[in-house]
C-alpha cells in the first residue's frame, strides 16, 4: 500500500484511524501482573517435627508465599540426556538444602560446597542452573527418576540398591557411618554394648539399614530405630538426644565432626559401617552427562588437606589455599546468609585470581594464629595483625599492608575521658590474649605513663571487652580506630578516647621460606589497594555508614502521613497480614524512607534488601522503585515469620521477625538455643533471648553456634528502636482501622536501650556496617 502522494487519499486516511485505533484499545488494556512475583507457589518442607503446623498454615494462605526463585520447581520433565537438556537452557539440581547451605563454614574448602559447584558446571555448560530442595536424599532420587531434576548435587551415600535404579559420579569423599549420642547418653564405644536404645537416622537415607542391621544383630538389646528430618535442623537433632539418656543417632562421619565443631553437649562413637562412597547422582542412559560431571568433578574436587608446610608451588599443585583466622566482626563471619569479613573479602579476591579454591580454617580464640601457622595448618594468616617484628624470631614475615589502623583508647561514659596519654595516669588497660595492643600498653608504660595493664583471658573476644566497657564493669581498652568507632557507634556508653600513634600497618603472615607466595600476596595487595572494590570493602568494615550513624528523629504529627510511601505500605502490609504502622517504622529504621538508599554491604531501596534475598522473592533488583522495595521487604519478612512456629504468641513473633530480618535466621536460631541454655525462656525476645543474642558476640558461647559469631547489639538495638517507634505511631494514630500489635511495656533503661528516647522520637542506628 503506498500513500505517497500530496494528497493523502480517503483510503489513507481510513487506516491511519484504525492503526490510531488500535495503538489506544492496547493502551486501555489491563497491566499483567507482575510475572516475578506470580510465577510459582512454595512446595513447603518440613524441616523439624514441629514445622508441620507452619506448613498447614502456608498452605492454607489466600496468597501462598513465592518459591525463591533459586530455589523453584522447574514445571516440566526431562529425562534425556545432556542433549535434550541443553534444549532447556537450564540444567536443575536437586539436594536437601536448596541453593546454599546458610551455615558458617569453619574448616571446610569455602568455595566447594555443593550448589558452588553445581553453579561453576552450569557456568560451564553454558545453561542455567536452578535449584529445587527435596526433604529426604530418597524423595531426591525420585525426583532424578521422574524427570524432574537432572543431577543430584549433595553428599548422597552410594550403596547397592541406588545402584540398580541411579549412576553415580567418581566419589567426592568417603565416609564411614558412626554412633553419636548426648553428653549423658549411652555407652556408644561398641554396638554390642547398646541397650534399650532408640536408634535416630536422618529420613529417607542410608543409615535406616544399618539400623535394621544392628537390631538383627543384636536381637535381645531391645533397639527401637526413628527417623528424624536432620536437614535444616541438626542442632535440633543434637536437642533430641539430650532430651533422653538412651538415644542414639546414626550419622556419617564428616557430619559427626562438623557438629562436634561447635557443640560440646555430643559424644562421638564407634563406627557402624564399612568405608562408603559419596557421590552425586544422575539417571540412568545418560552417559554424556556422568561422563561430563565425572571430568568436571576430577578437575574441580580437592580432597581435605592436612597438615603442611608448602610453598607457591605446592598450592598450584594443590589448588587450594589456606587461610588461617578468627570468626570476628572484621575478618571472617556469616551476615544474612552470607559470608563475609574483610580477610575474608581479600583473600578470596586474591585466590580468584590465581584460580585457586579458598579455605577458611577457623583458629581458637584461645590459640595463637602464629603457632598454627608454623604447624602448617594453613598457609597464610591474618586477623588484625600489626605489622612488627616480633615475629621475626619464630620464623614469620609480613606481607606489605593491606590496611592501616590507628590504635586508640576506649572508655565508658561514666567515667573521666581518656582525651590525651597524660590521662591514662591511674587507670586500668584490659586487653585481648595475643594482641598486638598489649606491646602499645607496654610501651606507654615504658615511657612513664602510670597505667596498669591486664590481659584478659584468652576465650574473651574484643567484643566482650567493649560490652564489660559499657556496662562499667571495666575501665578501659585499646583497640584499632576503625573497631572503636564502628562499636562505639552501636553502644552509646561506649566513648572514643586519644589515639595513640599514627595509624600502624596490619598484615598477613607468612613463613619466611614461602618467599613466592610472599612475592604473589604482595603483588596482589598493591595493585588490589588502588581499586574501587577495595574502598568499596574498606567503608563496610571500618567506616560507620554516615547516612546510618546520624542521631534522626521523627515525630509523629496527628493527621499527617507516616511516611511519603503510606499507601504502597498498606497494600503490601494488608497482603501479607501486617500492622502497617509497623512496616513505616521499619522502613525508617532501614533507610530513613530514602528509596535509593544502598548500605555499605549492597542492600538496597526503602527496606533494605539484600538483592540475592529480593531475587529469591521474585524482584530482581535494582530494588530503587519504591513500589518495588516495599513489596520485596514485606514479602520477605513474610517469608521469615513463617519460618517461625505459628503457635508462638503473636507479639513474639514478630520481635523474632524483625531480629531475624536483621541479623539473619540462624542466629535467631543459635540465641533462642541459648536463652534455653542460660535458663531463660526462648519464646520470649525481651529480656530473654535478646540476652542470649548480646552473648553470642562472645567466643566463649559463639564457637559453640551453628551460626558462629554475631554482633548481637546490632539486632538488640534494631528490635527496641522498631518496638519504640511503632509504639508512637500506634498511640498517636489511635483511629486508624487497623488493628493493632500488642507492645511491650516500657521496663526502664538498660545498656542497650535507647536512652532519654522522648515518646515519638527514634534514635537511629546503623542498620549494618560492619559486625
Known amino acids: 500500500m503506498r500513500c505517497r502522494y500530496k494528497a493523502i487519499s480517503p483510503y489513507c486516511w481510513f487506516l491511519i484511524y484504525l492503526l490510531v485505533l488500535i495503538f489506544a484499545l492496547a493502551g486501555c488494556a489491563p497491566k499483567a501482573p507482575e510475572s516475578t512475583e506470580n510465577k510459582s507457589t512454595i512446595q513447603p518442607t518440613a524441616t523439624s517435627e514441629s514445622s508441620s503446623k507452619a506448613d498447614t498454615q502456608t498452605q492454607g494462605k489466600k496468597n501462598p508465599p513465592v518459591t525463591p526463585a533459586k530455589e523453584q520447581q522447574v514445571n516440566y520433565i526431562e529425562t534425556g540426556d545432556l542433549k535434550e537438556i541443553k534444549k532447556h537452557g537450564t540444567i536443575r539440581f536437586v539436594n536437601l538444602t536448596g541453593a546454599s547451605e546458610n551455615l558458617l563454614p569453619r574448616d571446610g574448602v569455602v568455595s566447594l560446597r555443593n550448589f558452588e559447584l553445581g553453579n561453576k558446571l552450569a557456568n560451564q555448560l553454558k545453561l542455567e542452573a536452578k535449584w529445587i530442595k527435596a526433604p529426604t536424599p530418597n524423595k531426591a532420587v525420585e525426583m532424578l527418576i521422574a524427570g524432574e531434576a537432572d543431577v543430584i548435587a549433595y553428599n548422597l551415600t552410594v550403596t547397592d540398591d541406588r545402584k540398580k535404579i541411579i549412576d553415580f559420579s567418581v566419589p567426592i569423599r568417603h565416609s564411614r557411618q558412626q554412633l553419636v549420642t548426648g553428653a549423658s547418653g549411652p555407652d556408644i564405644s561398641d554396638p554390642s554394648k547398646l541397650s534399650d536404645v532408640e536408634l535416630i537416622v536422618p529420613q529417607g537415607s542410608a543409615n535406616m539399614e544399618t539400623a535394621k542391621q544392628l537390631i538383627a544383630k543384636y536381637p535381645d538389646a531391645n533397639l527401637t530405630v526413628r527417623e528424624f528430618v536432620i536437614h535444616g535442623n541438626r542442632d535440633g537433632l543434637v536437642d533430641m538426644l539430650n532430651m533422653k539418656s538412651n538415644r542414639v543417632a546414626i550419622l556419617e562421619d564428616f557430619s559427626a565432626e562438623d557438629l562436634r565443631n561447635y557443640r560440646d553437649d555430643l559424644r562421638l562413637g564407634a563406627y557402624v559401617s564399612e568405608v562408603q562412597n559419596i557421590a552425586w547422582g544422575m539417571r540412568k542412559d545418560t552417559r554424556r552427562l556422568n561422563s561430563t560431571v565425572d571430568n568436571f568433578l576430577t578437575r574441580n574436587l580437592v580432597k581435605a588437606q592436612e597438615e603442611r608446610i608448602t610453598d607457591w608451588k605446592g598450592i598450584k599443585k594443590t589448588g587450594v589455599i589456606r587461610l588461617l583466622t578468627y570468626n570476628g566482626p572484621t575478618t571472617y563471619f556469616l551476615w544474612k546468609g552470607l559470608l563475609m569479613g ?16 579458598l579455605q577458611i580454617i577457623v583458629v581458637p580464640y584461645e590459640e595463637d594464629l602464629a603457632d598454627w601457622l608454623r604447624a602448617g595448618r594453613g598457609d597464610f594468616a591474618g586477623a588484625e595483625l600489626n605489622i612488627t617484628s616480633s615475629y621475626e624470631d619464630k620464623g614469620m614475615v609480613f606481607t606489605k599492608p593491606y590496611v592501616e589502623s590507628a590504635d586508640q583508647i576506649v572508655s565508658s561514659k561514666d567515667k573521666p575521658p581518656i582525651e590525651k596519654i597524660q590521662d591514662l595516669s591511674g587507670r586500668k588497660l584490659t586487653l585481648r590474649a595475643y594482641s598486638s595492643f598489649i606491646d602499645t600498653a607496654k610501651t606507654l608504660r615504658d615511657a612513664g605513663i602510670n597505667v596498669e595493664i591486664q590481659v584478659a583471658p584468652p576465650d574473651m573476644s574484643q567484643s566482650q571487652i567493649f560490652s564489660l566497657i559499657a556496662d562499667g564493669l571495666i575501665d578501659a581498652t585499646i583497640s584499632s580506630s576503625g573497631r572503636a568507632k564502628i562499636e562505639s557507634s552501636v553502644q552509646p556508653n561506649l566513648v572514643l578516647g586519644t589515639l595513640l600513634g599514627d595509624p600502624q600497618p596490619q598484615g598477613w603472615l607468612v613463613l619466611r621460606q614461602n618467599w613466592h607466595l610472599l612475592k604473589n600476596l604482595n603483588k596482589f595487595i598493591e595493585s588490589y589497594r588502588k581499586t574501587a572494590q577495595y574502598k568499596k570493602d574498606y567503608a563496610a ?35 501479607y497480614d501486617f500492622d502497617w504502622r509497623m512496616i513505616v517504622a521499619q522502613m525508617w529504621q532501614e533507610s530513613n524512607f530514602n528509596p535509593k538508599a544502598v548500605s555499605p554491604v549492597g542492600a538496597q531501596g526503602l527496606m533494605q534488601v539484600m538483592p540475592a534475598t529480593a531475587e529469591e522473592m521474585g524482584f530482581p533488583p535494582p530494588l530503587f522503585e519504591p513500589e518495588r522495595g516495599i513489596k520485596a521487604g514485606v514479602k520477605y519478612m513474610d517469608w521469615v515469620r513463617d519460618r517461625f512456629n505459628p503457635s508462638l504468641p503473636t507479639v513474639n513473633r514478630l520481635w523474632f521477625t524483625l531480629a531475624s530480618y536483621n541479623a539473619g535466621y540462624g542466629h535467631l536460631l543459635d540465641a533462642q538455643r541459648l536463652a534455653k541454655q542460660l535458663g531463660l525462656d526462648p519464646n520470649v525476645w525481651f529480656d530473654n533471648v535478646e540476652v542470649a543474642m548480646l552473648k553470642l558476640a562472645q567466643p566463649q558461647y559463639f564457637k559453640r553456634a551453628r551460626y558462629g559469631y554475631v554482633r548481637g547489639s546490632e539486632p538488640v538495638q534494631y528490635v527496641r528502636n522498631i518496638s519504640n517507634l511503632y509504639k508512637a505511631y500506634v498511640e498517636m494514630m489511635s483511629d486508624d482501622p487497623t488493628a493493632a500489635v500488642p507492645l511491650r511495656k516500657s521496663s526502664g533503661e538498660s545498656y542497650c536501650s535507647p536512652h532519654n528516647t522522648p515518646e515519638g522520637v527514634i534514635q537511629q542506628i546503623p542498620n549494618y556496617s560492619a559486625p
Open 541 to 575: 568494615y571500618f567506616e560507620p555508614n554516615k547516612r546510618f550513624m546520624q542521631r534522626v528523629s521523627s515525630r509523629v504529627i496527628p493527621g499527617e502521613n507516616l511516611s511519603p510511601y503510606d499507601n504502597l505500605v498498606k497494600e503490601s502490609a494488608f497482603k
Open 342 to 357: 574483610f580477610d575474608y573479602d581479600l583473600a578470596k579476591a586474591f585466590a580468584d585470581k590465581h584460580k585457586l579454591q
